[in-house]
């Protein structure tokens, strides 16, 4: 039955407009590989970035101008800023899925005494 439903919800998610949007911007970056390394280059950097922010390591002027750049190249390639809207788009989704799940569930992090 739960599984049944988690089916369902894949099913209305590749409905949805956000889905066939990121799909369809997909198909269109498949036939640049240009973009696509863009976008993959793009995807290290910000992954790179993130987990340094994470461990609590300072980000050095020469990461932050190397991030900038992959910016400028992104607005060059106007399939990738495209794809990467979409993929936003996605991901909150996602993420909002996830919250509700977790908010009905009534999961709550443990309280400090």
Known sequence: MIYDKAHELVRNIKASPEYGELKAVR?????????????????VKRFELQTMQ???KEISAEKKQE?????ELIRLHPTVSEYLEAEYKMAKIMEDIQKIIIDGLEFKPFEKE
């Open 67 to 71: 991030y900038e750049k992959m910016v």
């Open 54 to 56: 994470m461990q609590g």
């Open 27 to 43: 198909e269109k970056l498949e036939q640049n590989s240009e973009s696509q390394k863009v976008l993959q280059d793009f995807h």
